[in-house]
């Protein structure tokens, strides 16, 4: 049996025991808005694999909120926004995460999920999730990907020293430097999971956080930073995502506004052909 990869280890949940609500069970009723709306409830553990400066990685922490409502056998097929609160400095161990269907309907369903941890269940992190059916219907992109070389045949990790999730991701910087005080805080990067993985929309949530801070592009010098709030919209219906396999994706970011100790970030994954997989914006809390 191959090995698991480390990705999969960091985002498994499983059922709470039977005494701590519910877990996953058969699909209810689609009319049956009381069973619908029952708090579900999953158990996961943090990752060293993952592990950032004084918590998880933002990024695995989207991934495994997102994981609990992919896991709900009732959810509709595709996920097509996330926006995941970070409320408090995740602890290391053992964690509770209790999801929720809001309200749902034949083509799109909203849920909430909240990660707790201790006897108190404080909340750590909070999520809302839409899924949706995808149709066939006419179509349009106006967006497009910036002009840069293919991604190298062979190219590693973040260079330097680093909290230990920078070595997953394999990146290629091509575009923006680091710590130089540039005018603009630009950057594009061809990005993939290491060791190689294909494509999944925890992954690619995952990718969305995994943006150099906008803030050490325009300052010469590291400074305390951490995500307050991200949002993920997926771009993508299942058939492009296995296309894209464990090919790198270019991701493209910048800045809009530095002020009074917070910035936000916008960005994009691009994925085969053009294709734009994923946009997210987040807001970063600074310290000067």
């Known amino acids: 049996m191959a090995q698991q990869h480390p990705f999969d280890r960091a985002i498994a949940l499983t059922p709470a025991a039977s005494g701590d609500g519910a877990g996953l069970t058969g699909a209810p009723a689609q009319g049956d808005a009381a069973e619908r709306g029952r708090m579900r409830r999953l158990v996961g553990q943090t990752s060293p694999d993952y592990w950032n400066v004084a918590g998880p990685f933002g990024g695995i922490t989207a991934?495994?909120?997102?994981?609990?409502?992919?896991?709900?056998?009732?959810?509709?097929?595709?996920?097509?926004?996330?926006?995941?609160?970070?409320?408090?400095?995740?602890?290391?161990?053992?964690?509770?995460?209790?999801?929720?269907?809001?309200?749902?309907?034949?083509?799109?369903q909203h849920w909430a999920v909240?990660?707790?941890?201790?006897?108190?269940?404080?909340?750590?992190?909070?999520?809302?999730?839409?899924?949706?059916?995808?149709?066939?219907?006419w179509g349009a992109r106006e967006a497009r990907p910036p002009e840069v070389d293919p991604a190298p045949a062979q190219f590693g990790a973040r260079p330097g020293k680093g909290p230990p999730w920078l070595v997953h991701y394999r990146e290629h910087l091509v575009r923006g430097e680091l710590f130089r005080g540039n005018p603009h805080s630009e950057t594009v990067t061809w990005v993939a999971d290491a060791p190689a993985r294909a494509l999944d929309y925890p992954a690619?949530?995952?990718?969305?956080?995994?943006?150099?801070?906008?803030?050490?592009?325009?300052?010469?010098?590291?400074?305390?930073?951490?995500?307050?709030?991200?949002?993920?919209?997926?771009?993508?219906?299942?058939?492009?995502?296995?296309?894209?396999?464990?090919?790198?994706?270019?991701?493209?970011?910048?800045?809009?506004?530095?002020?009074?100790?917070?910035?936000?970030?916008?960005g994009r994954v691009w994925g085969l052909d053009d294709h734009l997989l994923a946009t997210t914006h987040q807001v970063v809390w600074y310290k000067e």
Request: glycine share 6%.
């Open 204 to 266: 690619l949530a995952a990718i969305c956080d995994a943006f150099f801070p906008r803030i050490f592009l325009r300052r010469p010098t590291f400074v305390p930073v951490a995500t307050v709030s991200l949002n993920v919209y997926f771009h993508a219906g299942h058939q492009i995502m296995a296309e894209q396999g464990a090919t790198p994706v270019l991701a493209q970011a910048s800045g809009q506004v530095f002020n009074e100790g917070f910035c936000d970030q916008e």
């Open 63 to 108: 991934a495994t909120l997102l994981n609990a409502v992919l896991l709900q056998p009732d959810r509709l097929p595709v996920p097509l926004a996330l926006t995941v609160s970070y409320c408090g400095a995740i602890r290391q161990g053992a964690f509770d995460i209790a999801v929720r269907c809001l309200r749902g309907g034949r083509t799109t």
């Open 114 to 137: 909240d990660l707790t941890q201790g006897p108190d269940r404080e909340v750590m992190a909070s999520a809302l999730v839409v899924c949706v059916l995808r149709r066939d219907t």
